[in-house]
Each structure stands twice: as C-alpha cells, then as structure tokens.
C-alpha cells in the first residue's frame, strides 16, 4: 500500500526555469513533511521541510506548497540551475514515538543549461 | 565526521552468505534508523532504534534480517543467509530526539550486491 505518491517521475527543465514537483498522501497521521534531495551514491539530504499547519515555506530558491485538505503538497524549485540536476524524493513523517518516514517515489530531474 | 558514517560502502556476497552493515551515527544523536532503497525506488524503512532500544522493526522483510545496537550509539545491521532480492542501498540516518521537526540525516549508504 502506497501511501506517498510522487509525479512526474522523471522532469527536464531548462535554465532559470521553474521546475515543479508534487506528492499526495493517504494517511492523516502523518506530521511532518521533508523533501530530500540525492546524487547518485550519495545519501538523501534534506532540502526543506513543513509542518501540516502551514500552507507554504520558502528557503532561497525552494518553496513548498501545502493543502491539509487535499493532502497533498508540492516542491518548487525556482530559477533552476544545472547543478539542481538530481532526484528529489518527498516524504512524509508519521505521527508517534517512531518518527519514521515515508518516502515517495522519487523524481529525476534534469536541469539544461 | 560530523555526518553519518556507513561502511563498507560496497559489499558483494554470494547467495546464502550471511552480511553485516555498520553504522556510525552524529555524536548524541538518539534516533537511530535502517532504510532499503532497491534501485530507481525511494528509502523503504526497516527498523528505528531510540538509544539502543529497538522500538520499531515492523519493515524487517523477514527473519534473515537483524539490526543492534549495544550501547545506544553504533548500529549493525546483519543479514543471514543473502538472497538476490537482498540486492539494494541499505542507508542509516539518525536524528535527535525530542521534538517532531527534528530531520533525520543520511550516511551515503551501503550498497549490497548478490550474486
């Protein structure tokens, strides 16, 4: 059962665009909401992150987009450049002593100079 | 380092051989989590220890597959008697505790490759 679902899968954009990235849930009890960014062999690192009680957070260049009530929530990266070329995986943290994540899919993005 | 260490980074076994992934969490850290990511997937989770409690192992996919932590810092996770199924990225991240925003960081991953 999938409970995080991520489109597109893979997303080509080119320089100075914005490249757009959304997840959708089917579990209420989830409390927190990362998007991580990955190289290939390198780990997952966390890009940017919120709260189910706040519609939108922006850091730099990325903005994530909330709607509670249609759970689901969406990752914007603004002016992308080559070197945001990677896969970007939403996740979902679920509620409880555990706190572990559920992971979307996963997106490969392009980014053409 | 500061970040997550993970070793060995590549680890090829033959089928039927029993495997041990280590990993080194941040120092205090008190969450301590084993994810499987199978190629071109996300991270699945497999089991979260709080010190050297496990208090979650419910995406262990079988009984071959065991994880520890003795004294609530370093972490093993070992599987007995491969599959080919076994075959992925096994990643360790680690986190404080305490509060629900708390991230979780990534080590870079081990990638197990059966024969």
């Known amino acids: 059962q999938q409970q995080v679902k991520q489109s597109p899968q893979s997303l080509i954009v080119q320089k100075g665009g914005i490249s757009i990235i959304n997840c959708a849930y089917e579990n209420t009890a989830f409390d927190y909401f990362p998007w991580y960014q990955q190289f290939p062999g390198k780990g997952p690192a966390l890009l940017i992150a919120?709260?189910?009680?706040?519609s939108e957070k922006k850091e730099g260049r990325f903005t994530i987009s909330f709607n509670k009530s249609a759970k689901q929530f969406s990752l914007h990266i603004m002016d992308s450049q080559p070197g945001d070329s990677a896969t970007y995986f939403c996740a979902a943290r679920e509620s409880g002593n555990t706190g572990k994540l559920i992971f979307g899919q996963g997106t490969t993005l392009q980014v053409k100079p | 380092g500061a970040g997550v260490s993970q070793s060995p980074r590549y680890k090829v076994a033959k089928r039927g051989q029993d495997v041990a992934l280590r990993c080194d969490p941040i120092s205090g850290h008190v969450s301590l989590f084993w994810y499987q990511q199978a190629l071109g997937q996300g991270p699945e989770f497999l089991t979260y220890?709080?010190?050297?409690?496990?208090?979650?192992k419910s995406g262990l996919p079988s009984d071959r597959f065991f994880a520890e932590r003795p004294e609530g810092s370093v972490s093993t996770l070992k599987i007995q008697r491969t599959q080919q199924e076994d075959s992925a990225v096994y990643l360790c991240a680690s986190s404080q505790f305490g509060q629900v925003n708390q991230p979780q960081h990534f080590g870079d991953g081990t990638r197990l490759s059966i024969l």
């Open positions: 220890f709080q010190n050297e409690a496990q208090l979650d």
């Open positions: 919120i709260r189910p009680d706040v």
